[in-house]
C-alpha cells in the first residue's frame, strides 16, 4: 500500500513518526505530595547542570591525573584545579540553599557513581575531606549521601525528574552510571 502524504508528490511506502517515550505516571497520593514533587523538580532542575559539570570536570582531571608522572605533580594539579574551581562557583553555590545542596550532593553521587567525601579524600586528603564534613553538617548536608532511587522515595522522585526533562527537552539528560 502507498501513501500520499500532504506536500509530498510522489506516494510513499511508509509514514515516518517520531518516537514516543510513555511513561508511567508517578504516584503522588495527597496535595502536600504533589506540592513536594513541585519544589523538588524546581530544585531539582536548578541544581542538575551543576551536577553534569562537575561530573564533566572529574572525567577530565581523573584523565589528566593519569598523564601526570610523580605524586607531588599530581597534588599541586589538584590543588591548582581546585582553586580554579571554588574561584568559578563558589559565589554560585553559596546562593544555593542547604536542599539544594543535599540535592546537589546526591546528584554528584548519581553522575559520577562516587560520593562527594569519597571524591575529596581520594583527589585531596582525607583531614579535608573531614573537615569539609563537618562543615557540611552545620548546614544539614551529608556529603557521604548516597544517590538511591530504590530505596529513597525523594531520590526516585529526583530520577523521575530528571528523565521526564530529559525527555521534554528541559535538560541534556544524561542517564544514571548507576547500574
Request: proline share 3%; hydrophobic share 35%; no cysteine.
Amino acid at each position: 500500500m502507498m501513501v500520499i502524504l500532504p506536500g509530498i508528490n510522489t506516494p510513499q511506502p511508509y509514514i515516518g513518526l517520531d518516537e514516543v517515550v510513555v511513561y508511567r505516571p508517578i504516584k503522588l497520593n495527597s496535595y502536600e505530595e504533589m506540592r513536594e514533587y513541585a519544589i523538588l523538580k524546581r530544585r531539582t532542575l536548578k541544581v542538575y547542570p551543576y551536577a553534569t559539570l562537575a561530573s564533566d570536570r572529574f572525567t577530565t582531571l581523573k584523565a589528566r591525573l593519569d598523564l601526570i608522572k610523580g605524586k607531588r605533580k599530581k597534588k599541586r594539579y589538584t590543588k591548582m584545579i581546585e582553586k580554579y574551581i571554588e574561584g568559578e562557583f563558589s559565589e554560585e553555590l553559596k546562593k544555593l540553599t542547604r536542599s539544594e545542596g543535599q540535592i546537589l550532593v546526591k546528584l554528584i553521587h548519581r553522575e559520577t557513581d562516587i560520593t562527594t567525601h569519597s571524591l575529596i579524600k581520594t583527589y585531596r586528603n582525607g583531614w579535608r575531606a573531614m573537615v569539609y564534613q563537618l562543615t557540611a553538617k552545620l548546614f544539614d548536608i551529608d556529603l557521604k549521601a548516597e544517590f538511591d532511587p530504590q530505596h529513597v522515595k525523594e531520590d526516585l522522585w529526583i530520577e523521575d525528574i530528571l528523565v521526564r526533562s530529559g525527555v521534554e527537552r528541559k535538560i541534556d539528560h544524561q542517564k544514571s552510571t548507576r547500574k
